[in-house]
């Protein structure tokens, strides 16, 4: 009712400017003519297409408004702004019709927790940038302390889908490697339309092996991944898998073939392939990969993995060794656990080395566990870390052990936070035992 209020009185200034004489047909600023004929009203507001009713009798596009006019009479108008006329004139109830929708936008734009969504009808892009700003404190126990400043990672990411939500890409650039900046490059398609149950990856991305390596750096509770860790899970590599994660996510299995030479190199070493497998179990929901707990409410979460992965590689001669081949096996386990601030994981890597040529094989195992607990809830939160690799089962005296303490504040989860860890590194085979402290800084946005 406001509304019809305040029309009519706009529309009372507008012809009270007028001549008096309205009935006449002409208003100051507004043309005006009523036609009465064949037991209709004819109203116009356009002199041009009062002109075309007079000579075709033809009135064209208009409103209709039955038993609207004086008398239960039909109301024909150019416009709706002749129809108000006529209304108001005759002191009628005025036409009442729904409000106008606003256009919908062509895009939405959105931005949460560091990451800026453009969605549209046919696509959606996410952009975001994580940068890690590191100071790092060397304390050798041979030589001198050596403090250094270093940007760690600068990365840009675009991911998203297109045509369809089941097509989903990704691409990942890390402007802080000068000389191998590219990092994610794939294409995913969910042929179970949106239960990712069944789903094809092609392109480069994190083959399916190591839960620490397969936990985005950004998402560590220590400054960094344990030391000697890529020993064993490399990360990235080119070529395809198949994956899904059934059952509600409580499974999520994963099988790939890849090239075995790392992120970024396109053309394969041998007629070979490097093998991945990799099956979790989840039985209270996804624990996902991402270390401290932010993700249990009122019961705890839980992942148990196994994996495996193959590959033979050839290399090259070195010293006394010749050139031969290494056929790699490499078998995992791990467990992730989270509960009410607590977080323990635990990973274990058991490889055997068959090489060629008459050079020797070995057997090598690492093992790294951590455990954390958020003083704080989701603010503060301290963490152990104890990691252990022997290079050589065949030899003694010759592992390599690290022990950490990492303190955490969380300004906003993984995507804006603090941290500071000391840790030693002993090497039994050199009988040193070397100090680091790391300060490091991080922001996604």
């Known amino acids: 009712m406001r509304k019809l209020f305040v029309f009519r009185a706009v529309l009372a200034v507008a012809l009270l400017v007028g001549l008096a004489g309205a009935a006449s ?3 100051t600023g507004l043309y005006y003519k009523e036609v009465e004929k064949d037991g209709r009203v004819y109203v116009f507001n356009t002199p041009e297409r009062y002109q075309s009713f007079t000579a075709g009798g033809e009135m064209g596009t208009a409103v209709t408004l039955i038993g609207q006019a004086e008398g239960g009479k039909t109301l024909v108008a150019e416009n709706e702004t002749a129809a108000d006329l006529y209304l108001f004139k005759h002191n009628l109830p005025a036409y009442e019709r729904p409000t106008p929708k606003p256009p919908t936008p062509a895009f939405d734009v ?6 800026t969504s453009i969605k549209s009808k046919s696509a959606e892009l996410t952009i975001s940038n994580r940068g890690q700003l590191r100071f790092t404190e060397e304390m050798p126990e041979v ?6 400043f270093r940007v760690r990672r600068f990365k840009t990411k675009f991911e998203g889908w297109a045509y369809t939500k089941d097509l989903t890409y990704e691409l990942q650039m890390n402007w802080a490697d000068t000389t191998n900046a590219l990092e994610d490059a794939n294409i995913n398609y ?17 083959v399916p092996f190591g839960r ?18 890529g020993r064993f899970a490399r990360g990235r590599d080119i070529g395809v898998q198949l994956w899904g994660q059934p059952a509600g996510g409580k499974l999520d299995w994963r099988v790939g073939i890849f090239n075995g030479n790392g992120r970024n190199v396109t053309r394969n070493d041998n007629d070979k392939f490097q093998l991945n497998a990799r099956l979790t179990y989840q039985p209270f929901g996804d624990t996902k990969y991402s270390e401290g707990d932010f993700e249990s409410a009122d019961k705890p979460l ?16 070195a010293g006394s060794t010749p050139a031969h081949s290494v056929d790699r096996e490499i078998v995992g386990e791990d467990v992730s656990f989270k509960y009410k601030g607590l977080s323990i994981f635990v990973e274990h890597f ?22 954390g607990y958020f003083v704080v809830p989701k603010t503060f939160e301290v963490a152990l870390r104890f990691a252990t690799l022997d290079p050589n089962k065949d030899k003694s005296n010759d592992d390599r052990e690290e022990r ?34 790391r300060i490091q800084y991080q922001i996604i946005f």
């Open 110 to 115: 959105s931005w949460k927790d560091g990451k």
């Open 302 to 317: 839980l992942a148990v993995s196994l994996e495996y992965e193959s590959n033979e590689r050839p290399v090259a001669a």
């Open 25 to 27: 047909g002409q208003v």
């Open 190 to 206: 969910d042929f179970s339309h949106g239960k990712k149950a069944f789903q094809l990856k092609a392109g480069q991305f994190k």
């Open 143 to 148: 030589g001198k302390d050596v403090g250094s």
């Open 350 to 371: 058991d490889a055997t080395n068959d090489r060629s040529n008459g050079v020797s094989d070995f057997d090598e195992e690492y093992l790294i566990g951590q455990v």
């Open 212 to 229: 620490q390596e397969l936990t985005s750096s950004g998402s560590q509770q220590f400054v960094d991944r344990a030391t000697d860790y």
């Open 404 to 437: 950490g303490l990492v303190l955490g504040y969380f300004f906003n989860k993984h995507a804006h936070k603090l941290q500071a860890d000391y840790r030693q590194i002993e090497d039994k085979s050199t009988k040193r035992t070397d100090d680091e402290i």
